[in-house]
């Protein structure tokens, strides 16, 4: 008898809801059977980064942060905006980063990627997502 296939857990957020929706939705109708991806919708409850009440853990963040410790990889996806990410991305990268558990945590990828206007020169936001982090 051959072992189940464990199935890898990928967590997408997006930095804007159509983003979500056009983006994330396709991706996990595609995956293959062993990969599950979870859209994460509530990047807009997490309140804006405060060092000063970081160590509190807001509920809204210690659920974000639930949400990273439990996955194989993040799948991220935020529209150029002011030649940059979204400010929700940007928000949601700044508990990212703060979190300890979340730094020691190594061996997470994480994929960013965006859509743009043909028209528009993403090269000038690309910069920012070299900020994405691992878990």
């Keep these: 008898m051959e072992p189940a296939l464990r199935t890898t857990q990928i967590l997408a ?3 804007s809801d159509a983003q979500r929706i056009a983006q994330h939705r396709p991706a996990a109708r595609l995956a293959p059977p ?3 991806i979870e859209l994460f919708s509530e990047l807009g409850m997490l309140p804006l980064f405060n060092p000063d009440i970081e160590a509190t853990d807001p509920p809204a963040v210690a659920n974000f942060r639930a949400h990273l410790l439990t996955v194989d990889g993040i799948l991220i996806a935020s529209p150029e905006y002011a030649h940059g ?3 929700v991305m940007k928000n949601a990268l700044n508990w990212m980063v703060g979190c300890e558990t979340c730094r020691k945590q190594t061996g997470c990828p994480a994929q960013c990627f965006t859509a743009r206007c043909p028209c528009a020169g993403f090269a000038q936001g690309n910069h920012h997502h070299h900020v994405c982090p691992d878990c």
Excluded: E, N, P, V
């Design 13 to 15: 957020i997006s930095g």
């Design 34 to 36: 062993d990969i599950h």
């Design 85 to 87: 990410i979204t400010g």
